[in-house]
Each structure stands twice: as C-alpha cells, then as structure tokens.
C-alpha cells in the first residue's frame, strides 16, 4: 500500500489530462505550476485539440502517447472523468491525483461515479487522491502537481487537509512568515487515499520532520488511531480538527456531506494516538515550527528571559494557564546570574535583563541559566526599547544556546523588530509576536515529550465467564430483545468479574418473601421488564424493605401498579436483592461510537454528571494507568480520594472496573451501551458493587 | 485636576533637563523625538554645558531660560532631579515629565526622594507624570515627549502603560499593522499620576476613541471604579492586567515592588466598571481595531461568510466557544442568497460562497444577509485559493457594507492577502489573520455592548436595626475580642434582616434544659466562645437533641471536651437553638479586598466549593439583579433552579441574602470577612435561614 503512494510523490513522468491553454483554467494553472517548478521528468498534457501547451507536446488522449505514466493528474469535468481514468489504466499509469469536482459532495450520481472510479483503480491496483482536491507538493521532488499557487520554500514540515482552502492559507502565511514545507497534500473527498495511508507514508519518510494536518471527519476510526499512533511515535503530527461544537459540526457537514463522530470520541482518539491537538488556525505553524526546530522538552519547568519585568508576568501567567511550570531556579544559577547582570536585574525566574539590555547580557544570561538542571525550557523575550538591537540580540541568542532544551523566542512588536525575526528563522529559532504563543507552543511539546515517554501501553486480560454473557445476550437476541434489564446486566457483569448484590428472582409474592429471608433484610425489590428502562419514575423498586410484611406489601404494591401504568410489559418477575452497604456513588458507562468503537465514561454519581457534567473518556482497550488517569482527570477527583475528611474510595479497584467493561465491550461488539448508575464504591480493600445496571444490545438497524 | 494635564498632553512649550548631545543617551533620544515629531512651539535643552543641542538653544539651567514652560521634562539622574523639579518650578510650569529611574522601584531612599518629589509639586498644585517612565505622545499634538520611538501614525487609540516596554512592543506592532494612535502614555511609577486621571482625561478626550491599557495595579480601587465605569460608559475601555496566576503575580511584584491585588477582586472591579478585558498581548490592538472602526452590536448572533468550508466550522466553533451564537438566517434571506450564489454555495449560515468565489459575489452576499434583522455581526473570511483576488474583494466587501452592525474580516494567510490587508485597514475594516481572533474582538464587542445595555444599577437600601450592631461590634471591639463566633454573628444577621434559628444562651445545664423545651425539641447546642472557631473539631456542637435527658448529656459533656481540650477558653455559655428543616446548603461570605473594598462570595456548600471551587464574586454594594446573576454564575446553578427533580430554591430571597451582607459590609468596615457556612435555603416562599455565622473584625494591625 505505502510503496504505491511512490508514484504519487516521486513520479517519475507526469500526464494532466484536461490541460488548457486558457488562463483561469484548473488544466493550465496545474500545468504552469509544473513547469514552474521544475519537474524533471517528461510532463505529458493531454487535451483534445491543442498541439502545444506551455511549450509542451499535447496529445488528444494517453492513448495517443502511447506511453505509461507514472502519476496521471486529472482534471477534466465530471462526465469525462471515468473515460480518462479508463484510458490511462490501459495505457498504465502509477498513481492518479483526480482534481475535478462534483462527485460525493454534490449529489448522488457523483456518489456513484466516484465509487466506481476507485473500483476500477483498485481492480488495476492503481491509488487515487482526491477527487475535489488541490492536489499534491513535494518539494523535494521539485514537484508542484496542485493549482494552490506556487512552489512553496522547501522545508521540513508535511501538510495533509481535508480543506484546500486551509491549505492555500497556510502556504500564503508560511510564505510570509518564510517557513517551507516537504509534502501538501489536498486530500478532497478521500475517495481511496485517506489520512491513514498519508500517515503512514509521512511517518516513513525522511524529509517529514513534523506532519500537520486538518481535519474534519476520518474515514475509519481503527485504521485513523494505529496509523497515528504509529506515526506520533516517528515525529510530531500536529492536527486541527473542525466541528468541535455543534455550530461547526453542522457547519463541517453541510459542506462536506459526511457525518461528523462525536466530538468526544475525536478528542479520546487524538490523546491515546499522541495527536498534538491545534485549537486555533494559527496554532498549525506556531507548533509545526516549534516542533521542527527544537527538542522536545524533558518536563514542564520553564524559564523565562526578558527585558521588561511585565512581558515576564504576561508570561508566567501563559506558563501557568497553559499546566507547565515557572522554574525554581537553583541557588548556583541565581548566583551566577547576579555576577553577570546589572544590580536592577531580577536574577531570579523570570530573569528580567532589564531594558537596556544589550545583546551580550542576553546572550550571557541564557549562558548561564541553560545549565542549570532545574530548568527544562527556555522562552526568551525581547520588547523593542530605546537602547534594544533586535537583530544583534537574535543572533547572540542564537549563539548562546546548546541546543539540548528547547527555546522558543517571543519577540514583541511589528516593524523594528521584523530583521531578528528573519535572523531566527535562519538560527532556526521559533518566534512568536507574543508571550503567550510561544508559551502555548511550548505546552504543546511537553504535552508530546510527556506522551511519548509514557508507560508501554499493557492491556490487562481477566479470566472471565465468556460463555454465560454469549448465552444471555443470544437469549435476548433471539426474542429480539435489545434492553438488558437490571437483573441480566448485573449476571452479565458478573461473569466478567463485577461485585453484585446477592439476588433472586422471584416469580411469585411467596417466592419474594422466602428469597427476602434467605437474602437477609433488609433488601431492595424491583420490577424485572425489558420493556420498563426507567424503573423508579413508574413505582417498580422499592428500597430498604425491612421485614417479610414489608415485602409482601411491596410486592402486591408493584404488581399493582404495572398493570396499571405499564399493562403491556412483559414482567420477568420481581427481584429480590441485599441492600448495598453506603459508599460513594459513581457511574461507569460505556457507548460504542460509530468511528472509534467502544468508549467508556467515568464520572461521579447524581449531580456531579448530571449538572457539573464532570465526566472523563476513554478509548476502550484501556490500560490501569490509563483508567486511574481517567479517575483523576474529573473535577471530582478530591472526592474519590478523601475530600473532607471522607476516607478516600478503593481507586485501584475502581480502575479495574473499568478495565472490565472494556474487555466486556472489546469481546462483545453487540453491546452497543453499558450504563453502570450507580456503582457504589467503598474504602480501600473493599471492592466495589453494582447497584444498578443496564445495556442496550445492537438491533437490526444497527451495524454493530 | 483634569484641566491641569491640559500641560501634559498640549503643552505650548517644552523644556528638556538633561537634554544631551551623545547619541544612546534618553536625554538626546527625547529631543531627538521632539524635533522628529514637528512640536510646534517651543523646544528648551537644559544642560550644564552645552550651548547648542540639535540647533536649539541650550540653557544651563531652566532659571537661565528664565521663562515659564508649560511642560518640563526632567532626564537627570536621581540625586539631580530633586533639585530640577525645584528650579523648575521656582521658574514656572504647568506639569512634569520625570523619565528618570532610581526611585521606589529601587530602594527606600528612591521612594522618599519619589515621596518629596510629588509633595513639593502638589503643593504647587503641579502634576507629575512618572517617574520611572518612557514619557508621552500626543500624536494630534505632533508631541512626541517620550523616548518611546519615533512618532506613531496618527489615530484615534489611546494607550495607558504601567509597563513601558509594552508600550514599544504596541507602537512597534502597530507600525507594522498600519495601525495609529492618539496618545501613549508610559506611567512608570505612577507616583502622581494614574490611571485614575489617565481614564478621566482620556474619557473626555475627543480625539480618543478608544483606551487601550496595561495595568500591574491599581492605586485607589474606589476611585479605579468610578473613573473606569466613567470611561467605559462613554467609550471602550480595553485592559490587559499581568499577574492574574501565582507565578504571574509573583513576576510582576518583583519588579514593580508594589503588592498585586487579588486577582479574583480585579476580575470583579473589570466587570463592575465596564472594562473590556484582554487576556493576550495580542488582544489588545486586535480588539481595539474593532472597536475603533466598528459600531457596537446589539446582539450576539453572528454571520459568517466565507469561500472555504473549513475556516467556516472554524469560526462557527470559535462562535460557540466564545458563547455567540451562530445566527440563523430568515428564510426570505436564504432565498435571496439562494437566488445570488452558485447552486452548490450554502446560503445557510455559515454561507460559503465558493473557493472561486470573484469579488462581486462576496459583495452580493454580503448586501443580501446583512439586511436579515437575525443578524448582529458579520464575519467574513476569505482564503487565498487560486482564483481569489484578495485586494479587490476587500474593496467590494467595503463598497457593499452599510455599517449598521460590525463587520470584522479574517482573510487567512500571509504574503497574497498583504496587499487585501491595507484596503481593509483603509476602509476602516478590522482584519484578522486567522477566524478565531475575529471571533475573539467579536466577543469583547458583544461583551461591552451587554454591559452598555445592563439595567440601571439601583442599590437597595433595606431599613435595618445598625445600632444593634453598633452595639454588638463595639462590645467586641472594647474588650479585643476580633473574632465574632456564632452567636453574636446570628444576632447581627438579624439585626439586618436575616432569619435566624430561635435560640437561647445558657449559662447552666438547667438553663439550657429549660431552653431546649421552650425552643421545642428537637434541638442544636453549640459552645459560644470567641475563642474557639472551628467547633466540631472539638466536639463543641451537637445536633438532632430530642429529649430532657439528651439535653443534659450533650451540655455535661461539652463543657468537659471544653475543659479537656480548650482549658484557656472564654466560655460565654450554650447556645440552644431549634433544629432548622432541611434544605439547601449554600455558602454565602464577604471579604474585604484591600484595593476594592467589600467582595461578596457565593456557592453552593460542601463539595461544590472545596472540591469544585465553583464559587462567584462580585463587588458590593450589589443590586438585586447583580445578585441573581451571582447565583446564574456558578456552574451548579441548575442545582438551585430545580436540577433533579428536587423543587427550585427561593433564588429571590437568596439574591436578597447577598444584598443584605451587601449593604452590612459598607456600613461597618470594621467587619473584614463574614461568613455564613451554611446558608439553608428552602423553596419559593420560605426565607432562608443562618445556620452557622462567623465574621471577623479589624484589629489594630489592620486598617480597615
């Protein structure tokens, strides 16, 4: 699969069919675009009448060549395209870029000529990208096979966009901003090459230092995440992904015509993957510039270097806000700074070099407080003073640093100082216009460094009773049953190791009464129905029933008021079970998402999710580091681990838990939701117990 | 004391002390600047020797000069100025500049010279702008007395700057951007002169269309309050105030050596007074370009236009994040819209034009969506793709628009757009680089406006028993008690109007029997002592007492605990109090802010506020709405209003709690903090009642 994308990237001769002479055109600006930049091998223009284009020899057809190509660049109107495709497999060809529009995001009949169109390809075993896309660059190749304007400075950074526009606005503002680029790629309706095959042979490939890449829907969740964790483990892939709200993602998918997965799920897929997330358009370049000039940071101690005090607050405030950490300096430092610098200066983080600091004190400064092994990165700022030498200060920086922690430089202002910005590009030193970015840049490596250095990924498998559950869900499938009540989703838990409460089920008030005395008082009964889900609000559990007149009156009680309330349900029989001792109430929930499967949710119980929303998430499988991360991760957490003088719940057990239900959702896919609410959890060495429970089951609608 | 910075800003003559011929020196620089910006009247170097400095006329003293000035800047080192100011003023002049460093910033002796300084100029009835500062430009004064650069662009932006090198960075930024100004002032120390008089000039200033500032601190709250809400109600006023983390403000109190008020009582004096506040350096030119070439909005709902699909869900993102609203647009506008774009263009908003999109179709959709009375803003982007003309859609956009509501660009990317930019600039339309900055300016704008919009602030005054309380605090305050405990904390409560438990203090075991059966059981017992604060740690109170015999125990055996574990103790008696019905705890304090006087605080109790910190603030006095919109602001409102089937509190009996404390706390600033923990609140109809009350008062070491 990655070997045929050669043919994409590296051709070694290039046909455009539908290439024109007239301006304006798709065909002529793609073929301008390769002449311009400077492809060396046999460029091939196909068109119906023209002899000549651009200097080239034109043909009418491939056919007429009579030669294959490696990479056919198609860009003919819709109804010629299927022609055009079939024609170069004949001839042969390696690879096709298809630019012209209409197909998917238009309507129906586009739908189906695309799908045809990859059918062919891959019967022929040939790749396309696009269509409706920009098309390809490769710097490297001296290849420009796009119409989004002209050969862009060669670099280390690959982009891959589902928008063209987003592409256009990033060449334009890295051509300002003199940034370069290895690979754009124009993915359009991703008919056949997708972000999965891009990853894949961008993580590969040897002039991609950083990928970034936009995004607004993947074309399969499983594929998306191996291939991103994959490539996150070779190099930096900085994404932005559209339609995080509901506002974007109906605007993402009116224009797109694909439905956006859920926004949660995206955010759970880009963590476990180490997908460096960009909130903002101009977080792509700030972070891909970031990512591809400097180290990638051991921890989040940061110092700061400016000549002027309040920057220096602006920043430490960004260090804060953004979870990394003004460092401490050490003694040794703070001393060595105060021999080199005036008596004003603050030789403590942020070390304020005062504003008539000339290069030399700057330069002198970041000499001594790089060593010191309590810092783990730099931000240096510069304000443009009376007595400031932007440029000079920019190359004495430069010259001062080891080059083993990352320093991101924030040179505020606009015109005097644009010659250091140039001179730090050069020195290959990130510069942000203020603080903050660079601070936000910075936020974005650690939270790499720190995914990259995390624990090796082991996925704990229990031995569980796979048996019972494949029995009780064909039982419900076979009835066409699709809720799990209360009773059947606790035996499922159970045989996958959860904690429930001993229980009965009864068939008659005698049977009730009998298994309340067995059980021991006092219990809880509840209705058991696949077709009531929200027991209480229709009278169908009782708690705390405490004696056998008790329990015959709740019984008599209950039946009552089904009939009443609830005459057509199909009653199982009325469950008997023990009172759970007081804990904490928590809920462990699991829905299967349509792109990336199983995802499992934690959150404490009653009013923390319900009005606070405090609830984590989590791709399943799921390691115990990860699951005890996800406890910690809610706002909550005080509480689980023994606020106000509560002592603190079993957090490993709970954490097990939910690696429970994650072996549960991974082994059995027809389990679309699991809704533990609540599980009560108890003190350390105490396990926790199921108190209520319920799944829903794949119907017929559904493609599990 | 507005008409005498009529000196500073308009002088009509200006004299240098320590002008200087050596280039790097601030003294030349200043001159230097002076000439540059064409001042018109006169310029007079002062300078020990030199008879000539930049072909004018020097004098060795200003009493050589001989003649009044009406500005006098002063660039001498420290020990020289004393003796400046004191010539200067002997001679005559209308206010002072003093650039020169070494003052409060440094050391003491720095401090009392800064201290006489001011002293000997007031007494004048002379203003003194700085020390410590760059000095001050007033572009419609072609004065530039600042060594702050060379003289901006005319404009109608204001800038205040307790940080000079932010003003460098602005002016340096703003020269890029093409970006002008009205006046800059550096305020260095601010020994004289603030933001107080800075917002009160620059309010009336009709030059001045917009204030731009940076602030460390503040030196009045009371008068930053009323000179900001002066300011702000007749023009924006945008702030950016460092120091807002830990680390920030440790930053900014090291080099300023002034103590930075809370944060949390900055947030609330900003909200109070209208401040539009800026969280990056970035925001401040980016929203007060908005500001100065766009109307206000009336409302929130926001259009988007664009010719690319992505940036679209980008900036319909950045919409919702920022709390705006994605308008929807009237049929009759779709309609209209449908009739003027291309079939595959969206005419629902966001409308996206098309990638090849020509000028005259941005400016037809813009003249059809901006009639939509849905509509309050527009924000309009463009990609460079590659049939975009960036610079000629830039003039349609400004020929189509009525500028009726806001209209804010984003045209995305760098070196094709550049020349798009300056016909923005030119047509007096705010660009931005990327759509969430827009966005960002945006949701200042809509934020003023609201502001703008806010009811008239009316305080009530409830009538109250004050010389109850009065006589309460002065008890306390005669014997150096500090500490108001329980009881005595319920009867000034009272005194003002809250309802409070029935209670009786006891002074013996029979007394208190006797109590709890008058009161009626079941009741509460608390040890009163202004010595003990935190009484359940030492078994001080006891709840849910329901008979004679309980009663007896519960008092024997708190006055033991007491002898055990308080033996130094000051025990004032029992309190026998009645049970309170269940309700909804919530938490209700004051502290007294140093800068800004009485902040109120609201939660919910428990968890909400130690585990959540979800907690609100305001500043008294406090209106009944503004307290409503307390309760509004903590996340776990829905918990008041009803969330969980659980019956909506009485929010307006709780609004009117706060205004109570409101109205308490300004009349007796001897009160430092109170705190009601907890407040029980019932349903729509029940008065909330004072569970348990502390406060503490001014001691001597405080002044309150």
Not at 17 to 33: F, M, Q, W, Y
Not at 134 to 155: D, E, V, Y
Not at 592 to 615: A, T, Y
Not at 675 to 699: F, K
Request: hydrophobic letters at 45%; charged letters at 20%; proline letters at 6%.
């Amino acid at each position: 699969m990655i070997k045929s994308l050669s043919s994409l990237f590296s051709p070694s001769s290039i046909a455009v069919i539908g290439a024109s002479r007239t301006p304006g055109k798709v065909g002529r600006d793609i073929l301008v675009n390769l002449k311009k930049g400077g492809f060396a091998g046999p460029i091939v223009p196909v068109n119906r009448e023209a002899k000549r284009i651009l200097g080239f020899r034109a043909y009418p057809s491939l056919s007429a060549y009579g030669k294959p190509v490696d990479l056919c660049i198609i860009a003919v109107p819709r109804s010629s395209v299927t022609a055009a495709v079939e024609d170069a497999l004949e001839v042969g060809v390696g690879a096709f870029i298809v630019i012209s529009a209409g197909f998917k995001e238009t309507d129906q009949e586009g739908r189906k000529i695309e799908e045809n169109l990859v059918d062919i390809c891959s019967a022929r075993n040939v790749r396309v990208l696009g269509p409706n896309c920009l098309g390809l660059i490769n710097t490297g190749h001296a290849m420009n096979a796009s119409f989004a304007g002209p050969m862009p400075q060669a670099g280390v950074i690959s982009v891959i966009s589902q928008s063209g526009a987003i592409c256009t606005a990033l060449l334009d503002l890295a051509a300002a901003r003199g940034i370069g680029f290895s690979k754009v790629v124009s993915m359009g309706n991703k008919a056949d090459i997708s972000e999965v095959d891009l990853l894949a042979y961008l993580a590969d490939d040897p002039e991609t230092r950083v990928i970034v890449g936009y995004l607004e829907d993947i074309v399969s969740g499983d594929a998306f995440i191996s291939a991103a964790e994959a490539a996150s483990t070779k190099k930096p892939v900085v994404m932005l992904k559209a339609g995080t709200t509901e506002a974007g993602k109906k605007a993402a998918t009116s224009h797109t015509g694909v439905l956006a997965g859920t926004e949660v799920a995206y955010g759970a897929a880009f963590i476990r993957s180490g997908i460096i997330r960009a909130d903002h358009f101009e977080d792509i370049l700030d972070y891909a510039v970031a990512f591809s000039t400097q180290p990638i940071p051991a921890g989040k101690r940061v110092l700061i270097v400016t000549n002027a005090g309040g920057p220096g607050a602006m920043a430490a405030d960004a260090v804060e806000n953004a979870g990394l950490s003004v460092a401490r300096l050490d003694t040794a430092t703070v001393a060595s700074l105060r021999e080199r610098l005036p008596r004003a200066a603050s030789a403590s983080n942020p070390v304020d070099v005062l504003g008539d600091a000339d290069p030399a004190r700057y330069a002198s400064a970041i000499e001594a407080a790089q060593k010191d092994p309590s810092v783990d990165a730099i931000v240096v700022i510069l304000t443009p003073q009376a007595m400031t030498k932007p440029r000079e200060t920019a190359l004495a920086i430069a010259g001062s640093i080891t080059r083993e922690k990352p320093v991101l430089a924030a040179f505020m202002g606009g015109k005097d100082v644009l010659p250091a910005r140039r001179e730090l590009l050069n020195a290959g030193l990130p510069d942000y216009g203020a603080p903050e970015r660079a601070v936000s840049s910075l936020a974005a490596m650690c939270g790499y460094g720190q995914w990259k250095r995390r624990p090796l990924r082991v996925v704990t498998r229990f031995p569980v009773n796979r048996r019972r559950v494949e029995r009780i869900l064909g039982r419900h499938l076979r009835s066409g049953r699709f809720q799990v009540g209360d009773a059947k989703a606790k035996e499922i838990l159970a045989a996958y190791g959860f904690a429930i409460p001993k229980g009965v089920l009864s068939q008659s008030r005698a049977e009730a009464v009998e298994a309340a005395e067995v059980i021991g008082f006092p219990v809880v009964m509840k209705v058991v129905s696949g077709d009531i889900v929200h027991k209480s609000d229709l009278g169908a559990v009782k708690l705390g029933i405490a004696t056998r007149q008790e329990a015959r009156d709740a019984y008599d009680l209950m039946m009552l008021r089904m009939r009443e309330l609830a005459p057509n349900a199909v009653i199982d029989g009325i469950h008997v079970e023990q009172m759970i001792p007081q804990g904490l109430e928590v809920i462990i929930g699991m829905s299967r998402d349509p792109h990336f499967g199983p995802m499992l949710m934690f959150g404490l119980g009653g009013i923390f999710v319900e009005v606070m929303k405090d609830v984590t998430f989590y791709l399943a499988p799921i390691t115990h580091a990860e699951a005890v991360q996800m406890l910690k991760n809610t706002r909550s957490y005080a509480v689980l681990s023994g606020a106000r003088g509560r002592p603190p719940v079993d957090l490993d057990a709970l954490a097990t838990c939910l690696q429970r239900i994650s072996q549960l959702s991974k082994e059995f896919p027809r389990i679309l939701e699991i809704d533990i609410n609540p599980l009560i959890v108890g003190r350390v060495g105490t396990e926790p117990v199921v108190a209520d429970a319920r799944m829903r089951l794949a119907g017929p609608e559904d493609r599990p």
